[in-house]
Nanobody
Framework: QVQLVESGGGLVQPGGSLRLSCAAS????????MGWYRQAPGKQRELVAS???????NYQDSVKGRFTISRQKTENMVTLQMNSLKPEDTAVYYC?????????WGQGTQVTVSS
């Protein structure tokens, strides 16, 4: 059974940093894409950043220059370095992996940016 487990969320003051990690287990293949999504209360889940194996990286416009996604190819792990955090970044952050039409989600980790 494929599982994705996120870690690294928490409470941080505006301007601070957090690093989220996502580790996958139970797989005999490498994800084609891995990414981070977030969902704030009362809002739809939205893409934050995604990375295709060894190539294309996409960011939501609001996080460009502040967030960096990276992937450890051999271990199906993906991280999200978040700097200069703003209160509007507050949300539950989810890790997602895709493999030729199949998708897998983590359980989410809460990120709260507040003074």
């Amino acid at each position: 059974q494929v599982q994705l487990v996120e870690s690294g969320g928490g409470l941080v003051q505006p301007g601070g940093s957090l690093r989220l990690s996502c580790a996958a287990s139970g797989m005999r293949f490498s994800f084609v894409t891995m990414g981070w999504y977030r969902q704030a209360p009362g809002k739809q889940r939205e893409l934050v950043a995604s990375i295709v194996t060894g190539r294309t990286v996409n960011y939501q416009d609001s996080v460009k220059g502040r967030f960096t996604i990276s992937r450890q190819k051999t271990e199906n792990m993906v991280t999200l370095q978040m700097n200069s955090l703003k209160p509007e970044d507050t949300a539950v952050y989810y890790c997602r992996g895709t493999y030729y039409g199949s998708e897998y989600w983590g359980q989410g980790t809460q990120v709260t940016v507040s003074s």
